[in-house]
């Protein structure tokens, strides 16, 4: 009984997680990241830092 | 009745492979986890459904998967390839071939699954939904516990798991441990849970879980159990805003609980301390002494099941006063074939000093891995980006509280744990990746303004 409870409850659960999955498009594809600001990448990035002028270091001959 | 129910649930699980392949995945986690094979008495049991599940998973990621160019084959990957191909070295040269083999039989898929299953990571919802199934997985065993210890108290070696077999994590003090460990990813999912974002009724059950997983070491009164609660406390703690304020309520809650444990738990539990006095104890202390002999001799290892040549004998003394007359009991006790009782010494004595170190660098790589994304993520104000200090902490609380309860419990191979640091391989790769994409930027043009004339 106490098995059988058990066994209802968590497997119940997991349908309804992979009927949920199933319809997430975010499972099989993700969207770009925002890009970095400064493009350091290796490391954090940091929200406070100061983006770039645009432009900045584009010379126009 | 039990045989139609999985047989249905398996089957409506591997429909949604086909239309989600990575739906397989998670099944073969599942079936790895929960075994309904052996919980169903006919139908489930006479096919290899293990097998035809860990290949459609297979199939599913190299025919299907759009984006499998997002895969990256992480450092601790190839630690494991090296620990599969020693482990296959041991067993060719193992003191017991049969026994070995017999080891071998399931431990060569559990770290198969653990090299492929990163590979297959490489989305967070896809990190989210293995981090779920196995809680869910693991929930199937510790809702039936904590209800059972509730209603009868349990007892050593009593309380039946769903199953009455003492492999995989119906086992008493695997449980205990597992139970313990997967606690900060149920804290994880209820706050950042998007498959069942956090409302009421995910905090109840969660709150319920949790509380059953507690149940578990009182309910099997494995030793294990309470030391790995010991570990989680102050884990949990670590990062808590208000940690003394919890901290004293933990102490509270404790002093509390105490009467209300059987009695049998709390005599149990009294011989952590007393170790020389009890037999199980005793043993496994001489066990490990044996066990480091051994490696000394064979530093190669000698193989899965190397612990049945062993030969055991301990004094076990036992002190009693009475009117103010110390007596000291000496017996001896033997005994032959004892198992490891301790990861480390399993990984020793299997796999000589080699496989320990791999083992071990594993192991800690994964709690530096976890730590070094814990810092650089736990000051982000990217609201995109708040579940992942918390996940990677998750994560390496697990892990420790894994480690330090397979110092008493020889799961050196537990296909669960070897998900558990999938998972913190397929979020590090994961990571790394998205951060080389936001980093990436086309080399632009220079654009030149043609001189007027």
Known sequence: ?61 | MRDLFFLGFLACFLLGGFKRPFIFVLAYAYIDIVAPQRLSYFLLNAVPVSLIVFALAMLGYLLADQEKTHSRFAPRQWLLVILLGYCAYTTSTADFPLAAQDKWGWVWKALIFAIFLPLTLHKKLRIEALALIMVLCAASIAITGGIKTLASGGGYGVLQLLLDDNSGLYEGSIMSCIAIAIIPLILWLMKHGTIFPPDWRVKIFGAGLIFACLLIPVGTQARTGLVCIAVLVPLLLRFAKYRFVYAGLTVLVAIVTIPFLPQSFTQRMGTITDYKAEQSASTRVAVWAWTWEYAKDNPLGGGFNAFLQNKITVDMVETSENDSITSVDVTQAEEIGRAYHSSYFEMLGEQGFFGLAIWLAIHVGGLIRMEMVRRRYSHTINPGEQWIAPLATALQNGQIIYLVGSLFVGIAFQPFIYMLIATQIGLDTYLARRRAEAAWRPIRKVRTVPAKA
């Open chain 1, 1 to 61: 009984m106490v098995d059988n409870f058990s066994l209802l409850i968590s497997h119940g659960l997991i349908a309804i997680a992979i009927w949920r999955l199933i319809s997430r498009d975010d499972l099989d594809h993700e969207d770009a990241p925002e890009p970095d600001a400064d493009a350091i990448g290796f490391h954090p990035r940091s929200p406070l830092r100061k983006p770039p002028r645009r432009g900045a270091g584009i010379t126009d001959a």
